[in-house]
């Protein structure tokens, strides 16, 4: 098992470096998650370097493996992944359970994968190989998707379980897109929360989002955290505190900024309900 973030954590992007690296300072957030394909390992960021320095734990979330992805795997990307986790010596990496590449072509968004048998082998397949190139643990995120494949053979929580039991992967769960795929496929959160092996949750993602006049929620992770999907936060430590573990959360955002009192806020609502679970075991 990974050595696994604590507390509180915010996604580190360009834009707010200096603000994160103060969030930090003050004790609002404990840990930081990057996008790996940002960073080139031979020369990280100085904010980068300032924050492992002062002992922050910097986990790299890559968006381009194409795990799900029928097409051999592109283990450049793989290498590029585990170099940069070398360099911020970071405990574990993380990508996403989905494909963005087909026919040759880039989609430039996370696709979801068929859940069916043969879908899930070549996942465990490419998975597998890319942990063996990785010198950390691996952990994989349930996307927001705004379509689901036909003829599907298991749920979302059995598929991603199953995932986890025959690759020894973890997970970042986003409680977010269990609620995007709630409102825009039907789905039942609670239902996936059931069937998901908690003890197995390296960190959570929780991040903001709109509903458009058609009636789709889009997880854009450019607005405020919402009430439900606190809600799922809260009912997904409960759940993890009954288990005996409590995962660190971590807020997202990546456009449309607002001031460093309002992120603090944010993060202030996290660490309320990270809290409240600890009090629960």
């Known amino acids: 098992m990974s050595a696994r973030p604590d507390g509180v954590g915010i996604g580190w992007r360009p834009g ?63 290498d590029h992944l585990g170099a940069v986790a070398e360099a911020l010596d970071a405990p574990l990496v993380s990508d996403h359970v989905c ?28 998975v597998t190989e890319a942990c063996a190139r990785l010198p950390v643990p691996l952990a994989l995120e349930n996307i927001a998707a705004l379509l689901d494949w036909p003829d599907a053979e298991m749920d979302e929580g059995a598929f991603l379980a199953e995932l986890c039991e025959r690759t020894g992967v973890e997970l970042v769960l986003d409680v977010a897109n269990l609620h ?36 789709l929620y889009h997880d854009t992770h450019a607005h405020p955290l919402t009430e439900p999907v606190l809600d799922l936060l809260a009912d997904l430590l409960a759940r993890a505190a009954a288990c ?38």
Do not use: K, Q, W
């Not at 390992?41 to 194409?66: C, D, E, K």
């Not at 072509?105 to 082998?121: I, Q, Y």
């Not at 993060?267 to 009090?279: F, I, Q, V, Y």
């Open 180 to 215: 995007a795929c709630a409102v825009n496929l039907g789905r039942d959160p609670a239902r996936v929360l059931d069937d998901l092996p908690l003890e197995r949750v390296a960190y959570v993602h929780a991040a903001g989002g709109v509903t458009a006049p058609d009636g």
């Open 16 to 78: 707010i470096d200096r603000t994160v690296e103060g969030l930090v300072a003050a004790g609002s957030a404990s840990f930081v998650e990057i996008v790996a394909e940002d960073v080139h390992p031979a020369s990280p960021p100085a904010s980068l370097g300032r924050l492992r320095a002062a002992g922050v734990t910097v986990v790299p979330h890559a968006v381009s493996l194409s795990l799900g992805g029928a097409e051999p795997l592109r283990t450049d990307r793989v």
């Open 244 to 281: 005996g573990t409590r995962p660190a959360v971590m807020l997202e955002r990546d456009d449309r900024f607002p001031s460093d009192a309002d992120l603090a806020a944010e993060l202030g609502l996290l660490r309320h309900e990270h809290d409240r679970a600890g009090a629960l075991r």
């Open 99 to 126: 494909f963005v590449r087909a026919g040759g072509l880039e989609s430039g968004h996370l696709l979801p994968v068929p859940r069916t048998r043969e879908a899930l082998d070549v996942l465990v397949a490419n």
